[in-house]
């Protein structure tokens, strides 16, 4: 039986760490602000404006997630690499016959952007929403496994019914991913064929 997959982008997919560094120091250079870049980087995950308003005041976070989003593509885009096994994983859903979907909070057209520049082509990419809110998509596409890095990405695949896999690539460890309800955790996508191999006639 075919199946969908569901996967993060951040820190699931691609080390966006390098390009979002570059982004936050540009965008303190334009406003003036004073943004520690590589302590944001090390909490990658929730929504843009959950990390700006430890920098701006909330009436302005608004106006400057959009000066954000607005430089991102030229700034991060460039910076940010796939991680390892990123292909893999999306050629292992491929080769069973299912579907590959991107769910991300990430703002959409820099998430297809980032793919775009990798070579990363997933069946769908849907953005713009975070933690229990990836359930829209993951019910919408019928997906039965949600792969994340992050404690939001669990509440995710749990809020659908999904089976959540969790990598060990982003902020979260092992044991906090465990503790949020993961079903498996890998310690990256390197792993994830092998696991999916054994999965499906499992499932079966």
């Given at each position: 039986?075919?199946?969908?997959?569901?996967?993060?982008?951040?820190?699931?997919?691609?080390?966006?760490?390098?390009?979002?560094?570059?982004?936050?120091?540009?965008?303190?250079?334009?406003t003036g602000t004073y943004i520690d870049a590589d302590?944001?980087?090390?909490?990658?995950?929730?929504?843009?404006?959950?990390?700006?308003?430890?920098?701006?005041?909330?009436?302005?976070?608004?106006?400057?997630?959009?000066?954000?989003?607005?430089?991102?593509?030229?700034?991060?885009?460039?910076?940010?690499?796939?991680?390892?096994?990123?292909?893999?994983?999306?050629?292992?859903?491929?080769?069973t016959g299912g579907r590959a979907i991107v769910v991300?909070?990430?703002y959409e057209p820099n998430a297809k952007l980032h793919?775009?520049?990798?070579?990363?082509?997933?069946?769908?990419?849907?953005?713009?929403?975070?933690?229990?809110?990836?359930?829209?998509?993951?019910?919408?596409?019928?997906?039965?496994?949600?792969?994340?890095?992050?404690?939001?990405?669990?509440?995710?695949?749990?809020?659908?019914?999904?089976?959540?896999?969790?990598?060990?690539?982003?902020?979260?460890?092992?044991?906090?991913?465990?503790?949020?309800?993961?079903?498996?955790?890998?310690?990256?996508?390197?792993?994830?064929?092998?696991?999916?191999?054994?999965?499906?006639?499992?499932?079966?």
């Amino acid at each position: 039986m075919a199946i969908t997959v569901g996967f993060d982008l951040d820190m699931t997919l691609i080390d966006s760490r390098p390009g979002i560094r570059a982004c936050y120091q540009e965008l303190s250079e334009r406003t003036g602000t004073y943004i520690d870049a590589d302590l944001a980087v090390t909490r990658l995950g929730p929504p843009l404006a959950e990390e700006l308003i430890n920098w701006f005041p909330a009436g302005e976070v608004e106006t400057v997630a959009d000066v954000y989003r607005e430089i991102y593509p030229t700034v991060a885009i460039a910076e940010t690499p796939a991680l390892p096994g990123a292909r893999e994983a999306i050629a292992a859903v491929r080769e069973t016959g299912g579907r590959a979907i991107v769910v991300t909070a990430k703002y959409e057209p820099n998430a297809k952007l980032h793919l775009a520049h990798l070579g990363i082509e997933p069946d769908a990419v849907i953005g713009d929403l975070w933690a229990e809110q990836k359930a829209e998509a993951l019910r919408e596409y019928d997906a039965g496994v949600y792969v994340g890095d992050h404690v939001g990405d669990v509440r995710g695949a749990r809020t659908a019914g999904a089976l959540s896999v969790a990598v060990a690539t982003g902020p979260c460890p092992p044991e906090e991913l465990r503790a949020a309800g993961a079903d498996i955790v890998l310690t990256d996508l390197t792993e994830f064929p092998g696991w999916l191999s054994d999965y499906r006639p499992a499932r079966a």
